[in-house]
């Protein structure tokens, strides 16, 4: 494990991680406290609610007529194609990469008299035979700090 100026570079997740995202795609959402908060043609939105937890979880299924799988995960983890689309982030920065996995720093800018909400997330990919996944956890690191002005949100 390399350590430089409070970074290390040990892989964050665990495999307790991907089991948790495993282990919620086979939910009946209908019984497990999910509650569908939009449905259309091409998307299904879902939330879930948990007592004493200020974060909801999302669960979001969308249909991309005309793109490919790998199309949609490089869309969603290239950087450089990500600041193109996603309008919804001023700010997409690569703080630090890895072999495998990125630490990540993402800002929004939120309405008159609410403060912009930034996060600094890593953010991996695991291919396997039968699917792909993209996960992402909340982190800290000294090239990202918290700023004035902005909350730190947690994704």
């Known amino acids: 494990m390399a350590e430089r100026a409070g970074v290390s570079d040990t892989f964050p997740f665990s495999e307790a ?9 086979k939910v009946d959402m209908a019984v497990e406290g999910w509650t569908r908060v939009k449905q259309s ?13 200020a974060v909801h979880l999302i669960k979001a299924f969308v249909k ?26 001023y700010a997409i920065e690569l703080v630090e990469e890895f072999e495998d996995y990125q630490v990540v720093y ?20 695991r291919r396997e035979a039968d699917k792909t ?20 949100s947690s994704m």
């Open 17 to 25: 991680d991907f089991q948790r995202v495993e282990d919620e795609e």
């Open 41 to 53: 043609e091409l998307a299904e939105i879902w939330r879930k609610v948990t007592a004493g937890v």
């Open 64 to 89: 991309l007529p005309g793109v490919s799988v790998e199309e949609t995960i490089t869309l969603l983890t290239d950087l450089d194609l990500r600041r193109q689309w996603d309008k919804q982030f």
């Open 106 to 125: 993402w800002a929004s800018k939120l309405p008159a008299l609410c403060s912009d909400r930034d996060a600094v997330q890593y953010c991996t990919v």
């Open 133 to 152: 996944t993209i996960l992402s956890k909340n982190a800290t690191h000294p090239k990202a700090p918290p700023k004035k002005n902005v909350i730190r």
